[in-house]
């Protein structure tokens, strides 16, 4: 059983290794962009609340965030575990995870950084903004406000990890498939 908190700036290519990952160790994704555009999809007063912030790129609130996330671990039964992406992304959320999973008896067992540079985020956006139909990866003035949250209010979340001896960076440019064998080494050390 691993609960593992993939972690990265926009655009650092969590959902792509997310996906492998799932496929390899049978876990549970927990995407919090994905949660929320499936509610803004759907039309839900969910996903009406979070519309605005997102379009902006702005974070949504951390209540109803956090709420969102306990809804979804309370509904996965017989999970062998988790991958959260996207979230943590401010301490408060990184608190209220902890607190969550210890209702269930769970811990996380580590979070994995992926490091990509600014340049290289700011390119890799724009080119997903071509088909993702994401109103954020359209316009430079939002990528920059999503990375400059990022760096202000997501950032001291790897602290947290770090401070409980939890973080392992890896390096998120080059190829995909080695990029996973890096994330899997680490996994397979846990
Ligand atoms: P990316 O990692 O490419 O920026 P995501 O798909 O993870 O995008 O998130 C898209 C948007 O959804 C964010 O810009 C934010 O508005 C909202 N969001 C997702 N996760 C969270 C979270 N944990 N806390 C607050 N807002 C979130």
Redesign the pocket.
């Known amino acids: 059983m691993y609960n593992i908190v993939l972690f990265g700036p ?3 290519g ?2 792509t290794q997310s996906e492998k990952l799932i496929e390899k160790y049978g876990l549970t994704h927990l ?4 949660l ?2 499936k509610h803004l999809g759907e039309g839900t007063e969910l996903g009406q609340l ?1 519309k605005k ?2 379009n902006e ?4 609130p ?1 209540e109803v ?1 956090i709420g969102m996330v306990e809804d979804k671990i309370n509904e996965t039964k017989d999970a062998r575990g988790f991958i959260f ?6 301490t408060a ?1 990184a608190e209220a995870l902890d607190e969550m999973l210890s209702h269930h008896k769970l811990q996380i067992n580590g979070m994995i950084a992926l490091d990509v540079p600014e340049e290289v985020l700011r390119v890799r ?1 724009k080119e997903r903004g071509k088909t993702s139909n994401r109103v ?1 990866d359209q316009d430079d003035e939002k990528i920059n406000t ?1 990375i400059k ?1 990022y760096l202000d209010e997501t950032l001291p979340v790897a602290d947290y990890y770090a401070s409980q001896s939890k973080l392992q960076k890896i390096n998120g440019v080059g190829e995909i498939n080695q990029i996973f064998n890096d994330i899997t080494s680490v996994i397979d050390s846990y």
Do not use: H
Request: charged share 30%; net charge positive.
């Open positions: 926009p655009g650092a969590k959902g995407s919090t962009g994905d929320f555009r979070a912030y997102m790129g702005r974070l949504v951390d965030v992406d996207g979230f943590p992304r401010t959320q956006i954020d999503r949250v």
